[in-house]
């Protein structure tokens, strides 16, 4: 096998076999590190080789391996792709723990979320999210890999006949004939994932093929505790219309919000005054006479319009009591003499990252 590869890398004595590809491990002996070098061990599926190439070119995430370079080997005319080599286990082993926390669990699904989210963001769709083709790598970081079965969403997203790995297989995927898909049979894998990393056993009636989501439990009956609000997200995953699941986007962020409860700080302008929100349940109140008034309130989530009075904008668009405020605005209070005059403040939230 390491004949005809370039001399740059020296295989070591570790093989990985999985699915459709050959995978050899070998020290870049320019770059001293270690990668990971992908065959096909059929040349009928060279196709699907330079699919997952195409698609890892137009990805940069952390949450998604790298692509390093391409080869022709000379010895048998395959093409390989070397690739970055995470050395983790897969995340099985997270699933088969005898126990963790709900947040250990909602990290773990938002760096999903977040890989399945920047894939999605390039057009891509990855058609085989799966525990098994997830890795911790040496910091802890969930990389997605295998994109041998990815396709460009408007471009060639269909096929003809099933494609997939059954049980996390979106149930449109069953269908006889052309079949259409979107980037949401990534959405409702995603879901399969989530319940099968909680460490409870995968619904019976999600196994059928195809699976028969009329029957399914909702994520509250796992006894992790999910909040309410992921609860939600995650039962809409495994909806029978793929339209009516959520965007990965949205997955992530409300995940990250709810990691990130509490950590995140207000900063309000006004003229040469500044007032910070950080402690939850905190509130600002900014009253100006002949002009209105604003209060905002920071609920360990976001920071919302707690009262208003008065005509006041946030970015021009009349503000409501209860809206959330964005993470950068301008707050704008008109004189409700009639004058037609203004006063100006600026309102922007932190970001915090998410500590994995």
């Known amino acids: 096998m390491s004949s005809g590869i370039p001399s740059r890398y020296v295989p070591t004595e570790k093989v990985l076999i999985g699915g459709m590809g050959e995978v050899l491990v070998c020290q870049d002996t320019n770059l001293d590190r270690k990668v990971a070098i992908k065959f096909i061990q059929d040349v009928r599926h060279q196709r699907r080789l330079f699919d997952e190439l ?16 391409v080869f022709l080997n000379e010895a048998d005319r395959r093409v390989g792709i070397v690739q970055e080599y995470v050395s983790g286990d897969d995340l099985q082993s997270f699933a088969d723990r005898s126990s963790f926390s709900i947040d250990e669990y909602l990290k773990v699904l938002y760096q999903i979320s977040s890989g399945i989210s920047d894939i999605h963001a390039q057009g891509l769709i990855h058609r085989d999210i799966k525990p ?17 079965l990815a396709r460009f ?25 052309l079949v259409s898909f979107t980037n949401a049979v990534d959405t409702y894998a995603f879901g399969i994932t989530a319940w099968y990393l909680s460490g ?41 219309d793929a339209t009516e699941r959520p965007a990965m986007s949205e997955i992530k962020d409300i995940l990250g919000n709810y990691l990130l409860h509490g950590k995140h700080r207000g900063l309000l302008v006004y003229r040469d005054k500044t007032y910070t929100l950080e402690t939850i349940n905190q509130r600002v109140k900014l009253d100006v006479t002949n002009y209105g008034s604003i209060h905002i309130k920071y609920d360990g989530f976001n920071f919302l319009v707690d009262a208003v009075n008065g005509s006041v904008f946030v970015n021009n668009q009349l503000v409501e009591k209860g809206q959330a405020l964005p993470k950068s605005c301008v707050i704008t209070l008109e004189d ?13 939230i932190s970001n915090p990252e998410v500590v994995l």
């Open 153 to 177: 969403l408007g471009k060639d997203d269909s096929t003809l006949g099933f494609v997939g790995t059954e049980g996390f297989a979106a149930p449109e995927l069953y269908r006889a004939g």
């Open 54 to 69: 195409t698609a890892l070119q137009k990805i940069r995430s952390k949450h998604v391996v790298q692509i390093f370079d």
């Open 200 to 240: 409870e056993e995968i619904p019976k009636a999600l196994l059928k093929k195809p699976p028969h989501l009329a029957t399914i439990p909702s994520f509250s009956s796992i006894p992790l505790g999910i909040p309410d609000a992921i609860v939600k997200l995650l039962d809409r995953t495994l909806t029978e």
């Open 132 to 148: 098994n083709n997830m890795k911790f790598d040496q910091a802890n970081i969930i990389k997605i890999f295998d994109f041998g």
């Open 336 to 348: 409700n003499s009639g004058g037609g005059k203004r006063l100006f403040m600026t309102f922007d």
